[in-house]
């Protein structure tokens, strides 16, 4: 792990490539804080929403893998596996989260996922050789805290027990984040397209999700519902189908460190979408957690290091 010495005590030159990458990581993070005000309006079994939402990602995809020809990108040498890989990462990563919700409450399903980034500053200069600068561990303490100042007054209040098994899925939850990261950023090294694997992971997701999806549908004898089929399209279309399209082509130009803490925009932006669409005002408690993640991620932009040649995972 190298820092920054003398060339990072100044914010590099701003090149079009690296600021797009943050560009669509952030758009992606804002677009997926929308998630929960979706769910909210669901009455959907939550197995069977994500199988419906990756479902339609996959549909709206697999026209423009098939228009564009990435599909051929699939083909290429060592990308098989490491799709597999993604996609594996992508619905373990679902499953834990969703059960660590179950168990632990919201607030810690939330920062031990969020917890990825730290992993990776420890893990990608081993695995992708991408070393770790130094404002990478300033803006990763400085998001924690505000993680945790937005959620543990609400985990406080609550009063919530926790138990083994919710934190080992909110720990392996975060962890299988991290894996997830690191197969997206092996991919982009490769140049695949980041359409492709988005149709290739949602295709896997949706196939894995279906029996548990009927399951619970028949168990609880749901009856589907137009808003709630709407609200699976919005969340296959908005915070899937583009929004982890444009993250993986984000990928591309800065470095994964960079990306996870850019990435949590996402829970920032959550209460602003519960504002304006579910009128839930937000603590002081959260503005000022905001504040400091919001200000994290400057820091990520204006002092990180700029991406070297792409790095190839092995």
């Known amino acids: 792990m190298s820092g920054g010495g003398a060339a990072s005590a100044a914010a590099p030159s701003a090149q079009p490539e690296r600021l797009r990458g943050y560009f669509e990581v952030g758009l992606a993070s804002l677009a997926n804080g929308s998630i929960g005000v979706m769910v909210t309006y669901a009455d959907m079994p939550t ?4 199988c419906l939402r990756m479902t339609f990602a996959a549909a709206a995809l697999g026209g423009v893998v098939l228009i564009s020809g990435s599909w051929r990108d699939l083909r290429s040498a060592g990308a098989p596996l490491r799709l597999l890989g993604i996609s594996v990462a992508l619905a373990l990563n679902l499953v834990l989260y969703f059960l660590a919700i179950r168990y632990t409450g919201v607030a810690v399903a939330i920062f031990l996922s969020y917890l990825a980034p730290v992993y990776l500053a420890f893990v990608a200069p081993r ?6 600068d130094r404002i990478v561990y300033v803006a990763l303490a400085i998001g924690l805290a505000g993680m945790a100042v937005i959620l543990v007054p609400g ?3 609550e009063g919530k027990k926790l138990s083994a098994a919710g934190l080992f899925c909110g720990w392996a939850a975060g962890v299988m984040y991290a894996v997830y ?7 982009r090294g490769r140049h695949v397209r980041s359409t492709a694997v988005v149709f290739t992971q949602s295709a896997f997701t949706a196939a894995v999700m279906l029996v548990p999806g009927l399951f619970a549908v028949s168990a609880v004898h749901y009856q589907f519902s137009g808003r709630d089929l709407l609200m699976a399209a919005l969340l296959g279309l908005l915070t899937t189908a583009f929004s982890f399209s444009i993250f993986m082509d984000g990928l591309r130009y800065i470095r994964v460190q960079h ?3 850019v990435g949590y925009l996402e829970p920032v932006s959550a209460p602003l979408y519960a504002l304006v ?10 503005v000022a957690g905001g504040a400091m993640i919001v200000a994290a991620g400057i820091l990520v932009v204006l002092y990180g290091r700029e991406e070297a040649e792409p790095e190839l995972l092995g």
Do not use: N, Y
Request: net charge neutral; hydrophobic share 65%.
């Open 155 to 157: 985990l406080l209040l």
């Open 127 to 132: 695995i992708l050789h991408e070393a770790t």
């Open 259 to 261: 990306a996870s803490i």
């Open 181 to 187: 990261l690191l197969f997206a950023k092996s991919l």
């Open 47 to 50: 197995t069977m929403l994500l």
């Open 277 to 286: 669409f579910l009128s839930q005002v937000p603590s002081a408690w959260t």
